[in-house]
């Protein structure tokens, strides 16, 4: 028998709606952290570390390891496994420290 | 459930400020709330119940949260407590706060938070706010221990906590096909129910040997709740066909943006891999951890007094009435050593008992045999806790994972290459001064993640890492904090 989680816990949520990763539209829960509707979408990097540029994603998923850092509506180095996503949101993989994506 | 936050706030003066709202916070708040002092609970997440009884994010509508939790129950009692006690004005709650520092002394403490899911009160984040109170508890939780292995900072390896934390909150899997390894019981609850959330888990392993726990019948006749919190957890494990491999490691993943698949291999008391035992395991995620570590920033910061936990780690020292060494601060849960719910629900309500006493409130009729009861239950589960830390804790041989470009700080991307270079070739004996050598440790995450492993490569146990302010903290906030200080 396969189930999933909202399954399991017999979950009814709001309506689903979209925000944006490196321009293509994700869709997301209710609620669901940045870092929650990415591995939703299949997703599990979104940033690229700053010496040798390899992909990193949600590690530790509950704020302390600042391994899943986005630039979310501009803004660099936000833990996408606290920030909840929010519609029309933009979120971009982090490049390094992100600052120069927002010069 | 209570989720709504009071608005942002300074100058609140309380009784008592509480930090951290999980099953020790929680306790510790309605019982001193019952007893009649005025209360803030302060929390970084947006509900309580902190990392053991986090909630599904309100929008999801979760009709049976239930079904990913252990002793539910309680917890909605807590709550329901603690919605009373908001409701009646006895309790402010400032969920979405994160403290990043807490000043003062007894009688005249002040707890300083910024708002925010992310906690940078930035865009759709809260304000700063500043709550003053003349006893302060510290339920501030722990996270995960981690051991680094060729592989572990590929896309799809994820913390064990860090998988189940992510299921609890926002009902999501990190694959399809998930290996749980490391060490500890945690891993039975998660792979308990990752499998129950959908996952396959072709196998949990575990690098210590849980025939190991028969050698004490004593602590285990003391606690039969734990035996059948543990033959539950076996049997739920069975049901969902997941292989257990006690005395063996995953020492390496592979693939090359992502998880692909991990090495397994049997492992010797020590952790050291058997050569010739290594077999390769497909998977699209791995969930790893060697155990927790309590979160002590705020109270080091506050000189709190520190002992060693059987498997190294560190944690707060206190006394019978869960007060730390530091006058007018309590301490209660993960950071007084890592025991479980159980544990955190009756100190938090031991400490509240405690506070109320210091604080000259009236002790309720009857109260004596209750405390009585509860610091008994809290010896047989601290044993019991003892036991446990014993049996998982890290064996040195788990270095033999290690190649030479092996990443041990994930922020700064500093290998084991580095580090042995600078405890073998510069002389370096502990944590502080690899960190110098190498900047291990002086990333984002400020060594939370690579402190067990760089302090034990060292030859040390977890280092009891001092940190000025617990959370990162926008320089305009500082900059305002100095500005009224000097009004």
Redesign the interface.
Request: one cysteine or more.
């Given at each position: 028998m396969s189930r999933d989680p909202l399954a399991l816990v017999r979950a009814h949520p709001g309506p689903a709606f979209e925000f944006s990763f490196d321009g293509e539209p994700v869709p997301a829960l209710p609620g669901q952290s940045i870092a929650a509707a990415l591995w939703a979408s299949g997703r599990l990097s979104w940033r690229r570390t700053r010496h040798t540029g390899r992909p990193r994603g949600a590690f530790c998923g509950i704020g302390v390891c600042f391994d899943c850092l986005v630039v979310s509506d501009g803004q660099p180095n936000v833990r996408a496994c606290l920030a909840r996503a929010v519609p029309g949101g933009t979120v971009a993989t982090q490049e390094g420290t992100g600052y120069a994506q927002i010069q | 459930m209570p989720r709504s936050s009071e608005p942002a706030a300074t100058g609140v003066v309380v009784d008592l400020v509480v930090i951290g709202a999980g099953p020790a916070g929680l306790a510790a708040v309605n019982t001193a709330a019952d007893l009649g002092l005025s209360c803030a609970l302060l929390d970084?997440a947006a509900l309580p119940g902190g990392?053991f009884y986090r909630q599904?994010?309100?929008?999801?509508?979760?009709?049976?949260?239930q079904?990913?939790h252990h002793g539910w129950r309680v917890f909605a009692a807590h709550t329901a407590r603690l919605e009373a006690h908001r409701a009646a004005g006895r309790v402010r709650q400032f969920a979405g706060h994160h403290v990043w520092s807490v000043s003062g002394g007894v009688g005249a403490w002040e707890s300083h938070a910024l708002g925010g899911?992310?906690?940078?009160g930035?865009?759709?984040g809260g304000q700063a706010a500043t709550v003053r109170a003349r006893a302060v508890l510290c339920a501030t939780g722990a996270?995960?221990r981690q051991l680094p292995f060729p592989g572990w900072?590929l896309?799809?390896?994820?913390?064990a906590?860090?998988?189940?934390?992510?299921?609890k909150?926002?009902?999501?899997?990190?694959?399809r096909w998930v290996v749980v390894a490391g060490s500890g019981p945690l891993l039975l609850a998660v792979a308990g129910s990752l499998a129950?959330?959908?996952a396959r888990v072709p196998v949990l392993v575990e690098a210590a040997d849980y025939a190991g726990y028969a050698r004490r019948p004593g602590t285990l006749g003391r606690n039969p709740g734990k035996l059948v919190e543990g033959a539950a957890q076996a049997a739920r494990l069975l049901r969902h066909r997941v292989a257990v491999r006690t005395r063996s490691a995953v020492i390496a993943a592979h693939g090359t943006?992502?998880v692909e698949a991990v090495t397994v291999a049997r492992v010797d008391r020590d952790w050291r891999p058997v050569p010739g035992t290594g077999r390769r395991v497909a998977c699209d995620?791995l969930a790893v951890g060697h155990g927790l570590l309590p979160q002590l920033e705020l109270a080091l910061e506050l000189g709190c007094a520190v002992r060693a936990l059987p498997d190294g780690s560190p944690a707060l020292i206190v006394d019978a009435e869960q007060r730390t060494s530091v006058e007018g601060l309590w301490a209660a849960g993960e950071s007084t050593g890592l025991g479980g719910a159980e544990l955190a629900l009756i100190e938090g309500e031991l400490a509240a008992h405690s506070i109320a006493a210091a604080l000259r409130r009236p002790v309720p009729v009857g109260a004596d045999g209750r405390l009585r009861a509860l610091g008994r239950r809290r010896e047989r589960l601290r044993e019991f806790a003892d036991l446990m830390a014993e049996r998982h804790r890290p064996g040195v041989g788990w270095a033999d994972w290690l190649s030479p470009d092996t990443e041990i700080c994930?922020?700064?991307?500093v290998t084991a290459g580095a580090v042995k270079e600078a405890v073998e070739e510069l002389g370096a004996g502990d944590q502080r001064t690899v960190k110098l050598l190498t900047r291990a440790g002086m990333?984002?995450?400020q060594g939370?993640?690579c402190g067990s492993a760089v302090a034990r490569l060292a030859g040390g146990n977890d280092p009891a890492g001092t940190r000025p302010l617990s959370?990162?903290v926008p320089m305009g906030v500082l900059a305002a904090d100095d500005a009224t200080d000097e009004q």
């Open positions: - | 970084a990392q599904p994010a309100t929008g999801l509508r979760a009709a049976r949260p079904a990913l899911a992310d906690g940078t930035g865009p759709g996270h995960e900072t896309p799809g390896v994820v913390g906590g860090g998988a189940q934390a992510m299921l909150a926002g009902l999501v899997l990190p694959g129950e959330a959908g943006d992502r995620a994930r922020c700064e991307e990333g984002w995450c939370r993640m959370c990162p």
